[in-house]
């Protein structure tokens, strides 16, 4: 299969470089920035001097971009780039970008005589990397069959859903939410695991025997270690943020630990800016109840610092934990998404 791969970021140049390294695929990749297309045609990987260029030809077309402006700014009914395609040709996203962008999308290339898949992926870029990926796909049945082959080459497990394009989208979404209340949770049982002297090893093992998906496991083993570093992380100004956002006029949906976390954003608690600090939030709640606490505790250290030693300074009593460490640009560190 000839394969053009748009959009060199994290997640895309390690799904690029997966299909690269598949005899049985010949792939050309493009970037708006040339700077990131370079290390590929170093390793002798076809680099197209266009979008024109590297659409021209493909029998699978893949984007790994930003957002919906940045998709359909690329296809739209006038654009090059949708001209450029072949007949039947198939346009695979893995983008994460709104059911509503992508049931357009599906629209769009039916109308042009191209066929679209929604395919947004379950994982980190070292996911990616390694091609232990989760992928979801809806969208035209026919070019879902086509496109699951090489799909395979980068993602461990596919779930192909019935309905419209956008329906892998929203799953995306629902599961994104399961995921950042999850790791939110295990942060804070930690934390306040420390402040009763309870075994952080147990609570590891509970909760890594607890959760088949690899990337939970993962999240529960560097909050074990306290591990901060973001160098594989997200950065927060791409891709689909808030689910609040994309549920309106759909019942008005209430997700109250969303709005949890959004009052700890918005009071400060969750500092936008994120300056390479940890924060930990003892909150009793009705601290008057709370052995005579009577206060709120709040702290903030150096990433060096110990939460451990911390949470041990807090009331015993406390009511309930909160543990987020950011770094900047909004990188999100022990959740995989801001709500």
Request: glycine share 10%; charged share 20%; hydrophobic share 40%.
């Amino acid at each position: 299969m000839k394969i053009a791969f748009l959009g060199l970021g994290r997640m895309g140049s390690g799904m690029a470089r997966r299909l690269a390294g598949a005899a049985q695929h010949e792939l050309t990749v493009w970037n708006r920035n040339p700077d990131k297309a370079r290390p590929f045609a170093r390793e002798g990987i076809a680099v197209a001097t266009d979008l024109v260029a590297a659409v021209s030809g493909a029998d699978l077309v893949v984007t790994s971009l930003l957002d919906d402006a940045s998709l359909e700014a690329m296809f739209h009914a006038a654009s090059p780039a949708l001209a450029a395609m072949k007949p039947h040709a198939i346009h695979l996203c893995v983008t994460t970008i709104s059911a509503d962008c992508a049931n357009r999308m599906q629209k769009l290339h039916a109308e042009s005589g191209t066929r679209y898949v929604s395919g947004p992926v379950l994982g980190r870029p070292d996911a990616a990397a390694s091609g232990e990926l989760v992928q979801l796909l809806a969208g035209d049945a026919s070019a879902i069959a086509e496109v699951e082959p090489a799909c395979r080459v980068f993602a461990a497990r596919i779930v192909p859903l019935p309905g419209p394009a956008g329906a892998a989208n929203n799953q995306k979404l629902c599961i994104n939410f399961f995921l950042a209340a999850m790791i939110e949770a295990m942060g804070e049982c930690y934390t306040l695991g420390d402040s009763l002297g309870v075994s952080r090893e147990a609570l590891r093992v509970m909760f890594t025997q607890s959760f088949a998906m690899p990337g939970l496991k993962s999240y529960a083993e560097r909050l074990y270690a306290r591990d901060a570093d973001g160098s594989t992380g997200f950065t927060m100004t791409a891709g689909l943020q808030r689910p609040a956002a994309h549920s309106r006029g759909r019942g008005g949906v209430e997700l109250p630990s969303r709005d949890r976390r959004r009052t700890r954003r918005e009071d400060g608690s969750g500092d936008r800016r994120g300056h390479g600090r940890q924060r930990l939030e003892l909150g009793s709640g009705n601290n008057a109840q709370a052995g005579g606490a009577g206060r709120e505790a709040r702290h903030r250290l150096a990433r060096s610092q110990s939460v451990s030693s911390l949470a041990a300074a807090a009331p015993a009593q406390a009511h309930c934990a909160s543990w987020q460490m950011k770094r900047p640009s909004n990188r999100l560190i022990c959740c995989i998404i801001n709500f």
